[in-house]
């Protein structure tokens, strides 16, 4: 456990603070490392930098996936688990819609979460040694699965949690097929070279609605549809077992979900030793150590 | 106007009435046409009895599109069009979601919902001259356009509006780009074969509630689990100015819309004058005449 540091970093990204939507460029490298070192190839890193994401067919072996759809259906019944603050249920249904911590809580996810072949990419594409900022089990039931509206990630992160740079990059492992139609991710590829700074403040304790429907740090409408009409929509499908690894400053979104078809991912956040969390640039208070970890222990050590 | 009949019309679908969903098989004729009489072909017509719906790629000029959507813009700021009983808005965000009756009320779109291109499909399509059951314009909008949940529009025109059997077929003519990902329709291809007759009663002025968010009428989520498995899921994309015209007993739904893109559309629904609509078969009254018309004359005449 390390002792988050006076907020004496400078602030490269304000947020949350003027009247006006803001648009700035991100500053540094997006893929900081090189292909010679793998195991993503030149051709992947280009994507990476290019579009803001890579995917990547097929993560985990089919026992395994086996194993983990267990345990995700064990844990979304197990009352417990439903009771614990680390757990966001659906405002209407009150249905399970994420169980953060997991890379704490659970063994199983656990050891996905320090595996090799996660650890090496992510530290490949952050060009240093990486800790697990965040994790979490997120359930899109079907019929009833709600959408997120587009959001960057380290917008959040930084202004609730002290993330200094965005030199993070999210995994997001599929244990369901993503179809176009059970509400994917879709990303706006290209988006991460530009930062939206948001307007208006952090209400206290924001995380605990900005997890289930966000509010601050969510651009404007005209914003978005510029970014839009400028960068597309790609709409991430691919079968259980394959995984999207996307830059923290994607402009990103899902749809909900009618169809009989749930999506369930498992989502690690892995933040570069270099980047670890100060004071938060624009919130009160920061998040519970579930949202946003300080432990900064290197990941896969 | 023509004085409905007394419902001693025999009940071919019964639903809403029991305590268990049963499934029917749906009886007579899909496409009632042959090619021969045009202008659909025999491909198009097989299509549309195997899977219960068929596409138009360019049903209206870019000029109309032009005008239409110019009108759809002028109806949706227009005050006392929203004050109107036909008119649906959306119960969080206040936004119109559905105009009805349009066929009567404009002038515009009383012209293209008697247009010889529509009109000849669809008496192709139902074997008879057709009048206009419904029409409306549906309007998702961009960021908060909301979704709507599995149903056969038949089992709620039979139930509610007293149509005898499923001899119906919706023109659905986009207005604006659908996309994967802005909400457009889907269908179980297949699904108008079977008739699922579903649970429980129909509530009086159901329709107040259920044109904006269904409850009686809506099949169960096992039976809706059963049919996506067996008949799969079609997302209809397509661009404005297309359209698809769809089986009244097709199982069908619309996602949500997160994306800055709204999605609009034309609905009008064309009904056999041989299978004109008599008392509700599972509702205390019928509902009111811009949800189902009573004027049996036929359509483009």
């Known amino acids: 456990m390390t002792v988050i540091s006076p907020s004496t970093t400078k602030d490269l990204y304000p947020t949350r603070s003027g009247e006006k939507t803001e648009i700035l460029d991100r500053r ?20 990476y930098d290019d579009k803001g994401y890579l995917t990547i067919d097929e993560l985990i072996t089919p026992n395994e996936l086996e194993t983990f759809r267990a345990e995700l259906h064990r844990l979304a019944n197990d009352p417990t688990i439903k009771d614990d603050d680390a757990t966001i249920v659906e405002a209407k249904s009150n249905e399970v819609r994420s169980i953060f911590d997991i890379h704490r809580s659970n063994e199983i996810f656990r050891k996905i979460a320090n595996d090799p072949r996660v650890i090496a990419r992510a530290e490949q594409l952050l060009g240093s040694e990486v800790y697990i900022h965040q994790s979490r089990i997120n359930y899109k039931p079907g019929f009833v699965g709600k959408e997120f509206s587009w959001h960057s990630d380290f917008e959040t992160w930084h202004a609730e949690d002290g993330m200094p740079e965005p030199r993070a990059v999210s995994l997001s492992l599929s244990l369901t097929d993503n179809y176009s139609f059970n509400g994917p991710l879709m990303i706006m590829p290209g988006s991460h070279q530009r930062y939206i700074s948001c307007v208006g403040g952090t209400p206290e304790d924001n995380y605990k609605k900005s997890l289930v429907m966000q509010g601050a740090g969510t651009p404007d409408p005209q914003t978005l549809s510029d970014f839009a009409d400028e960068y597309g929509i790609d709409v991430l499908e691919g079968p259980a077992g394959g995984a999207v690894m996307f830059d923290s400053n994607c402009m990103h979104a899902s749809n909900g979900n009618v169809t009989p078809y749930s999506r369930s991912n498992i989502f690690i956040v892995y933040n570069s030793v270099e980047n670890t969390c100060v004071e938060p640039f624009a919130a009160p208070k920061p998040r519970p150590e579930f949202a946003g970890s300080t432990d900064f222990t290197p990941a896969g050590s």
Chains 1, 2 share one sequence.
């Open 28 to 47: 540094g490298p997006i893929a900081f490392g090189s292909a010679e070192q793998g195991p993503l190839d030149a051709a992947t890193l280009q994507h």
